[in-house]
Nanobody, 129 residues
Framework: QVHLVESGGDLVETGGSLRLSCEVS????????VGWFRQVPGKKREGIAC????????FYAESVKGRFTISRDNAKDIVYLQLNNLRPDDTGVYYC??????????????????????WGEGTQVTVSS
């Protein structure tokens, strides 16, 4: 059974950093891609980063490029999202998701939640101004 559990969310000041973790079970990070999404109330879930098993290809949304980094530890079954230089508009619930395929589906530079098969409960990130 596939499970993803996010952790590491917190309240930080503008310019601060956080590292989010996503512990996965029921599948191997060698076999399937994993992505990070975020959502604020009233808005659509936004795909911000994804890591494919195929050549380790990464995708980043323009809003986080250069500030966030996705990585994985296959031995520990954990995917990380390093968040640097945080801004108030980074506030939201961050979700770890997998399409249960080897690659991340990106269309017109957008990572779609609808292409994902499993996700966790999320972890809250709040950035104060």
């Amino acid at each position: 059974q596939v499970h993803l559990v996010e952790s590491g969310g917190d309240l930080v000041e503008t310019g601060g950093s956080l590292r989010l973790s996503c512990e996965v079970s029921g599948f191997s990070l060698n076999d399937y891609a994993v992505g990070w999404f975020r959502q604020v109330p009233g808005k659509k879930r936004e795909g911000i980063a994804c890591l494919s098993t195929r050549f380790g290809t990464t995708f980043y949304a323009e809003s986080v490029k250069g500030r966030f980094t996705i990585s994985r530890d296959n031995a520990k079954d954990i995917v990380y999202l390093q968040l640097n230089n945080l801004r108030p508009d980074d506030t939201g619930v961050y979700y770890c998701e997998t399409p249960h395929t080897r690659g991340c589906t990106v269309v017109r530079n957008t990572l779609f939640h609808e292409a994902m098969a499993y996700w966790g409960e999320g972890t809250q990130v709040t950035v104060s101004s």
